[in-house]
Protein backbone atom coordinates (compact mmCIF):
# COMPACT_ATOMS: atom_id res chain seq x y z
CA UNK A 1 0.00 0.00 0.00
CA UNK A 2 1.33 3.28 -0.80
CA UNK A 3 2.61 5.37 2.10
CA UNK A 4 2.77 2.28 4.46
CA UNK A 5 4.53 -0.89 2.70
CA UNK A 6 7.75 0.84 1.30
CA UNK A 7 9.12 0.96 4.41
CA UNK A 8 8.85 -2.67 5.73
CA UNK A 9 10.48 -3.22 2.23
CA UNK A 10 14.16 -3.45 4.34
CA UNK A 11 13.07 -5.39 7.06
CA UNK A 12 11.94 -8.12 4.05
CA UNK A 13 15.42 -8.12 2.22
CA UNK A 14 17.25 -10.15 4.42
CA UNK A 15 14.90 -12.76 3.91
CA UNK A 16 15.74 -13.08 -0.20
CA UNK A 17 19.30 -13.85 -1.72
CA UNK A 18 21.00 -13.37 -5.05
CA UNK A 19 19.35 -16.44 -6.49
CA UNK A 20 16.10 -15.05 -5.87
CA UNK A 21 17.06 -11.30 -6.59
CA UNK A 22 19.61 -11.47 -9.16
CA UNK A 23 16.91 -10.08 -11.81
CA UNK A 24 15.91 -7.74 -9.97
CA UNK A 25 19.37 -6.30 -8.93
CA UNK A 26 20.42 -6.05 -13.00
CA UNK A 27 17.16 -4.06 -13.52
CA UNK A 28 17.21 -1.37 -10.13
CA UNK A 29 21.15 -1.33 -11.57
CA UNK A 30 20.19 0.48 -14.77
CA UNK A 31 18.16 3.20 -13.75
CA UNK A 32 21.06 5.65 -12.28
CA UNK A 33 24.46 6.40 -12.92
CA UNK A 34 27.15 8.76 -11.82
CA UNK A 35 29.73 11.36 -12.87
CA UNK A 36 31.59 11.95 -9.84
CA UNK A 37 28.84 13.23 -7.19
CA UNK A 38 26.39 14.04 -9.96
CA UNK A 39 23.42 11.43 -9.74
CA UNK A 40 22.42 10.82 -13.00
CA UNK A 41 18.97 9.51 -14.11
CA UNK A 42 19.89 6.93 -17.15
CA UNK A 43 15.86 7.20 -18.50
CA UNK A 44 15.25 3.94 -18.55
CA UNK A 45 12.04 3.45 -17.04
CA UNK A 46 8.81 5.28 -19.13
CA UNK A 47 7.28 5.71 -15.94
CA UNK A 48 6.99 4.52 -12.29
CA UNK A 49 4.37 1.36 -12.17
CA UNK A 50 4.20 -0.41 -15.21
CA UNK A 51 7.53 -0.35 -16.47
CA UNK A 52 8.72 -2.06 -13.13
CA UNK A 53 5.61 -4.31 -13.25
CA UNK A 54 7.13 -5.32 -16.68
CA UNK A 55 10.40 -6.26 -15.38
CA UNK A 56 9.91 -8.05 -12.42
CA UNK A 57 6.09 -9.87 -12.80
CA UNK A 58 6.87 -13.09 -11.75
CA UNK A 59 10.18 -12.77 -9.59
CA UNK A 60 9.31 -13.80 -6.23
CA UNK A 61 8.38 -10.84 -3.41
CA UNK A 62 11.50 -11.27 -1.18
CA UNK A 63 13.63 -10.78 -4.33
CA UNK A 64 12.89 -8.11 -5.45
CA UNK A 65 13.01 -6.48 -1.77
CA UNK A 66 16.66 -8.09 -1.98
CA UNK A 67 17.75 -6.80 -5.02
CA UNK A 68 15.92 -3.18 -4.25
CA UNK A 69 18.13 -3.03 -0.76
CA UNK A 70 21.34 -4.51 -2.65
CA UNK A 71 21.01 -1.82 -5.15
CA UNK A 72 20.36 0.63 -3.29
CA UNK A 73 23.26 -0.13 -0.31
CA UNK A 74 25.73 -0.37 -3.69
CA UNK A 75 24.36 2.83 -5.16
CA UNK A 76 24.91 4.76 -1.57
CA UNK A 77 28.09 3.89 -0.75
CA UNK A 78 29.72 5.14 -4.22
CA UNK A 79 27.75 8.41 -4.21
CA UNK A 80 29.20 8.57 -0.68
CA UNK A 81 33.12 7.23 -1.51
CA UNK A 82 32.83 10.21 -4.60
CA UNK A 83 31.97 13.07 -2.43
CA UNK A 84 34.58 12.02 0.47
CA UNK A 85 37.22 12.16 -2.64
CA UNK A 86 35.64 15.48 -3.63
CA UNK A 87 35.49 17.13 -0.75
CA UNK A 88 38.30 15.74 1.44
CA UNK A 89 36.16 15.17 4.24
CA UNK A 90 35.25 11.43 5.85
CA UNK A 91 32.84 12.36 8.23
CA UNK A 92 29.36 12.16 7.22
CA UNK A 93 25.71 12.80 7.65
CA UNK A 94 22.93 11.83 5.71
CA UNK A 95 19.80 13.48 5.51
CA UNK A 96 16.15 13.16 3.67
CA UNK A 97 14.14 10.23 3.32
CA UNK A 98 16.23 7.59 2.34
CA UNK A 99 18.56 8.35 5.52
CA UNK A 100 15.58 6.51 7.68
CA UNK A 101 17.18 3.07 5.87
CA UNK A 102 18.98 1.84 8.91
CA UNK A 103 21.04 -0.84 6.57
CA UNK A 104 21.96 1.60 4.34
CA UNK A 105 23.32 3.61 7.20
CA UNK A 106 25.21 0.53 8.31
CA UNK A 107 26.63 -0.14 5.13
CA UNK A 108 28.03 3.58 4.76
CA UNK A 109 29.37 3.71 8.59
CA UNK A 110 31.21 0.94 7.54
CA UNK A 111 32.86 1.85 4.87
CA UNK A 112 36.95 2.25 5.31
CA UNK A 113 36.58 5.98 3.70
CA UNK A 114 34.00 7.00 6.65
CA UNK A 115 35.67 7.61 10.04
CA UNK A 116 32.17 8.72 11.83
CA UNK A 117 29.02 8.77 10.34
CA UNK A 118 25.19 10.75 11.12
CA UNK A 119 21.79 10.19 10.57
CA UNK A 120 19.42 12.03 12.68
CA UNK A 121 16.30 11.05 14.40
CA UNK A 122 14.05 12.27 11.81
CA UNK A 123 15.55 12.88 8.36
CA UNK A 124 12.40 13.38 5.93
CA UNK A 125 10.17 16.23 5.85
CA UNK A 126 8.98 16.37 9.55
CA UNK A 127 12.76 17.88 10.04
CA UNK A 128 12.40 20.76 7.39
CA UNK A 129 11.27 23.17 10.08
CA UNK A 130 14.99 22.48 11.69
CA UNK A 131 16.63 23.88 8.20
CA UNK A 132 14.08 26.90 7.92
CA UNK A 133 15.24 28.06 10.78
CA UNK A 134 18.37 28.00 10.05
CA UNK A 135 18.35 29.30 6.72
CA UNK A 136 16.05 32.37 8.40
CA UNK A 137 18.44 32.94 10.76
CA UNK A 138 21.26 33.16 8.21
CA UNK A 139 19.22 35.69 6.17
CA UNK A 140 19.01 38.15 9.21
CA UNK A 141 22.81 37.49 9.60
CA UNK A 142 22.43 36.03 12.96
CA UNK A 143 25.73 34.08 13.57
CA UNK A 144 24.85 30.90 15.06
CA UNK A 145 26.99 27.78 16.04
CA UNK A 146 25.33 24.79 15.82
CA UNK A 147 25.27 22.07 19.16
CA UNK A 148 24.91 18.59 19.43
CA UNK A 149 21.52 17.59 19.35
CA UNK A 150 21.45 15.71 23.21
CA UNK A 151 18.11 14.23 23.20
CA UNK A 152 14.95 14.46 20.90
CA UNK A 153 12.17 14.36 24.08
CA UNK A 154 10.62 18.06 22.21
CA UNK A 155 7.11 16.94 22.21
CA UNK A 156 4.16 16.88 24.66
CA UNK A 157 3.98 16.40 28.21
CA UNK A 158 1.41 16.12 30.96
CA UNK A 159 0.99 16.62 34.54
CA UNK A 160 0.01 13.43 37.07
CA UNK A 161 -3.24 15.76 37.66
CA UNK A 162 -3.68 15.71 33.77
CA UNK A 163 -3.60 12.24 33.67
CA UNK A 164 -5.64 11.79 36.90
CA UNK A 165 -8.31 13.60 35.19
CA UNK A 166 -8.14 11.66 32.13
CA UNK A 167 -8.62 8.53 34.35
CA UNK A 168 -11.28 9.58 36.07
CA UNK A 169 -13.06 10.21 32.73
CA UNK A 170 -11.91 7.03 31.15
CA UNK A 171 -14.68 4.21 31.03
CA UNK A 172 -11.77 1.96 32.16
CA UNK A 173 -13.63 -0.86 33.74
CA UNK A 174 -11.85 -1.44 37.30
CA UNK A 175 -13.29 -4.86 37.98
CA UNK A 176 -10.98 -5.77 35.67
CA UNK A 177 -7.67 -3.01 36.21
CA UNK A 178 -6.36 -2.03 39.09
CA UNK A 179 -4.14 0.96 39.78
CA UNK A 180 -0.76 0.59 41.34
CA UNK A 181 0.73 3.59 42.94
CA UNK A 182 4.47 5.15 41.86
CA UNK A 183 5.57 2.23 40.59
CA UNK A 184 10.03 2.21 40.77
CA UNK A 185 12.21 1.44 37.67
CA UNK A 186 12.56 -2.06 40.31
CA UNK A 187 8.80 -2.62 39.78
CA UNK A 188 8.70 -2.01 36.44
CA UNK A 189 11.84 -4.18 35.44
CA UNK A 190 10.48 -7.14 37.53
CA UNK A 191 7.38 -6.86 35.94
CA UNK A 192 8.83 -7.34 32.27
CA UNK A 193 11.43 -10.08 33.81
CA UNK A 194 7.90 -12.10 34.68
CA UNK A 195 6.73 -11.64 30.99
CA UNK A 196 4.37 -8.75 30.79
CA UNK A 197 4.04 -6.49 28.08
CA UNK A 198 4.06 -3.37 29.64
CA UNK A 199 3.29 0.04 27.77
CA UNK A 200 4.96 3.46 29.20
CA UNK A 201 3.73 6.89 28.86
CA UNK A 202 5.64 8.97 30.93
CA UNK A 203 7.50 12.89 30.43
CA UNK A 204 7.80 14.52 26.73
CA UNK A 205 6.93 12.38 23.73
CA UNK A 206 9.53 11.92 21.19
CA UNK A 207 10.41 13.90 17.76
CA UNK A 208 10.48 11.46 14.62
CA UNK A 209 9.26 8.35 13.97
CA UNK A 210 11.30 6.28 16.78
CA UNK A 211 9.90 5.90 20.39
CA UNK A 212 12.51 6.42 22.81
CA UNK A 213 11.08 4.99 25.85
CA UNK A 214 8.70 8.06 26.75
CA UNK A 215 5.63 6.48 24.42
CA UNK A 216 7.07 2.99 23.79
CA UNK A 217 5.99 -0.92 24.68
CA UNK A 218 8.39 -2.68 26.28
CA UNK A 219 9.17 -5.88 26.76
CA UNK A 220 11.77 -8.61 27.72
CA UNK A 221 14.19 -9.40 24.63
CA UNK A 222 15.52 -12.99 25.98
CA UNK A 223 12.71 -14.60 24.79
CA UNK A 224 11.82 -14.98 21.16
CA UNK A 225 8.29 -15.94 21.99
CA UNK A 226 8.09 -11.44 23.24
CA UNK A 227 7.40 -11.08 19.50
CA UNK A 228 4.54 -13.34 19.41
CA UNK A 229 3.42 -12.03 22.12
CA UNK A 230 3.68 -8.53 21.14
CA UNK A 231 2.01 -9.45 18.11
CA UNK A 232 -0.92 -11.06 19.35
CA UNK A 233 -1.72 -8.62 22.08
CA UNK A 234 -1.12 -5.23 20.20
CA UNK A 235 1.14 -5.02 17.45
CA UNK A 236 -0.14 -7.51 14.39
CA UNK A 237 2.83 -7.05 12.40
CA UNK A 238 4.43 -8.51 9.85
CA UNK A 239 6.57 -11.86 9.94
CA UNK A 240 9.53 -10.37 8.72
CA UNK A 241 9.47 -6.74 10.43
CA UNK A 242 12.06 -7.06 13.16
CA UNK A 243 11.19 -5.78 16.56
CA UNK A 244 14.55 -3.02 18.05
CA UNK A 245 16.20 -2.86 21.71
CA UNK A 246 16.74 0.01 23.72
CA UNK A 247 20.12 -0.23 25.54
CA UNK A 248 22.12 1.58 28.36
CA UNK A 249 25.38 3.38 26.50
CA UNK A 250 27.62 1.03 28.76
CA UNK A 251 25.81 -2.14 27.51
CA UNK A 252 25.88 -0.87 23.45
CA UNK A 253 30.18 -0.93 24.54
CA UNK A 254 29.76 -3.87 25.54
CA UNK A 255 27.23 -6.05 22.55
CA UNK A 256 27.68 -4.34 19.73
CA UNK A 257 30.03 -4.30 17.34
CA UNK A 258 31.21 -0.41 16.55
CA UNK A 259 34.92 -0.05 16.53
CA UNK A 260 34.65 3.52 15.46
CA UNK A 261 32.68 4.22 18.65
CA UNK A 262 29.76 5.42 16.45
CA UNK A 263 26.95 7.04 18.72
CA UNK A 264 23.55 6.36 17.80
CA UNK A 265 20.68 7.43 20.46
CA UNK A 266 18.22 7.54 17.92
CA UNK A 267 17.54 4.35 16.83
CA UNK A 268 18.70 5.53 12.90
CA UNK A 269 21.25 3.10 12.55
CA UNK A 270 22.18 -1.24 12.38
CA UNK A 271 24.67 -2.76 14.15
CA UNK A 272 26.07 -6.25 14.49
CA UNK A 273 26.06 -8.05 17.91
CA UNK A 274 29.47 -9.69 19.07
CA UNK A 275 29.92 -13.36 18.66
CA UNK A 276 29.01 -14.05 22.46
CA UNK A 277 26.00 -12.20 22.27
CA UNK A 278 24.17 -13.52 19.41
CA UNK A 279 21.86 -15.68 20.91
CA UNK A 280 20.78 -13.23 24.00
CA UNK A 281 18.42 -10.83 22.35
CA UNK A 282 16.55 -12.50 20.36
CA UNK A 283 13.18 -11.16 20.55
CA UNK A 284 15.12 -7.43 19.32
CA UNK A 285 17.52 -8.48 16.36
CA UNK A 286 16.51 -9.08 12.90
CA UNK A 287 15.54 -12.46 12.68
CA UNK A 288 17.00 -13.40 9.33
CA UNK A 289 20.76 -11.27 9.26
CA UNK A 290 20.98 -10.95 13.25
CA UNK A 291 21.73 -6.99 12.97
CA UNK A 292 20.58 -5.09 15.53
CA UNK A 293 18.63 -1.25 15.41
CA UNK A 294 19.69 0.13 18.99
CA UNK A 295 18.42 3.16 21.46
CA UNK A 296 21.72 3.97 22.77
CA UNK A 297 20.98 5.86 26.15
CA UNK A 298 22.78 7.61 27.99
CA UNK A 299 21.78 8.19 31.65
CA UNK A 300 21.31 12.37 31.39
CA UNK A 301 19.43 12.43 28.53
CA UNK A 302 16.51 10.31 30.23
CA UNK A 303 17.31 9.42 33.85
CA UNK A 304 13.93 7.62 34.82
CA UNK A 305 14.07 5.53 31.64
CA UNK A 306 17.82 4.68 31.88
CA UNK A 307 16.67 3.49 35.22
CA UNK A 308 14.39 0.88 33.96
CA UNK A 309 16.98 -0.69 32.06
CA UNK A 310 19.53 -0.49 34.92
CA UNK A 311 17.21 -2.18 36.97
CA UNK A 312 16.65 -4.63 34.61
CA UNK A 313 20.23 -5.25 33.91
CA UNK A 314 20.22 -6.04 37.68
CA UNK A 315 17.73 -9.16 37.37
CA UNK A 316 18.78 -10.18 33.90
CA UNK A 317 22.29 -9.48 33.64
CA UNK A 318 21.68 -7.09 30.17
CA UNK A 319 20.77 -3.93 30.21
CA UNK A 320 18.34 -3.80 26.92
CA UNK A 321 15.06 -3.92 26.36
CA UNK A 322 12.58 -4.89 23.64
CA UNK A 323 11.14 -1.35 22.55
CA UNK A 324 8.72 -0.53 19.96
CA UNK A 325 6.22 2.47 19.24
CA UNK A 326 3.19 2.65 21.81
CA UNK A 327 0.54 2.47 19.03
CA UNK A 328 -2.18 -0.01 17.62
CA UNK A 329 -1.16 -1.35 14.14
CA UNK A 330 -1.89 1.49 11.93
CA UNK A 331 -2.26 4.46 14.19
CA UNK A 332 -0.49 7.12 15.10
CA UNK A 333 1.98 6.99 18.17
CA UNK A 334 -0.26 7.75 20.98
CA UNK A 335 0.41 11.59 22.08
CA UNK A 336 -1.81 12.08 25.09
CA UNK A 337 -3.35 10.58 28.28
CA UNK A 338 -6.28 9.81 26.93
CA UNK A 339 -5.01 8.15 23.50
CA UNK A 340 -2.92 5.56 26.16
CA UNK A 341 -5.72 4.75 28.01
CA UNK A 342 -8.12 4.38 25.00
CA UNK A 343 -5.17 2.15 23.11
CA UNK A 344 -4.41 0.38 26.47
CA UNK A 345 -7.94 -0.87 26.53
CA UNK A 346 -8.21 -1.88 22.62
CA UNK A 347 -5.23 -3.94 23.61
CA UNK A 348 -4.42 -6.74 25.53
CA UNK A 349 -1.02 -5.01 27.39
CA UNK A 350 -0.51 -6.28 30.53
CA UNK A 351 0.65 -3.24 32.57
CA UNK A 352 0.08 0.64 31.59
CA UNK A 353 2.86 2.92 32.89
CA UNK A 354 1.24 5.74 33.27
CA UNK A 355 2.85 9.19 34.88
CA UNK A 356 3.26 8.20 39.06
CA UNK A 357 0.79 5.31 38.14
CA UNK A 358 0.42 1.63 36.98
CA UNK A 359 -2.56 0.54 35.31
CA UNK A 360 -2.58 -3.39 35.61
CA UNK A 361 -5.19 -5.80 33.79
CA UNK A 362 -6.28 -8.03 36.16
CA UNK A 363 -4.69 -11.90 35.42
Not at 160 to 170: D, V
Request: glycine share 6%.
Amino acid sequence: KPGQHEYKVMGLAPYGSEFQGRKSLEFFRKIHSFKGQEIINNKVLRDMYFSVKDALEGERFDGIAWGLQTWLEEFLSIWVKNSVEFHKLDKVVLSGGVAQNIKACKTISELPEVSNFWAGPISGDGSLGLGAAFLAASQHGKKIEISDIEDIYLGSHYSNSEIATAMQNSDIDWNKNYVFENPSAVDIARWISEGNIIARFSEKMEFGQRALGNRSILADPRYENSIQRINRKIKKRDFWMPFTPSMTIEEAEKILINPKKIYSPFMTMAFDLKEKFLNSIPAAIHPSDKSVRPQMLKRKNNPEYYDVLDAFKDISGLGVLLNTSFNLHGEAIVESPHDAISTFQRSDIDILIIGDKAIIRKK
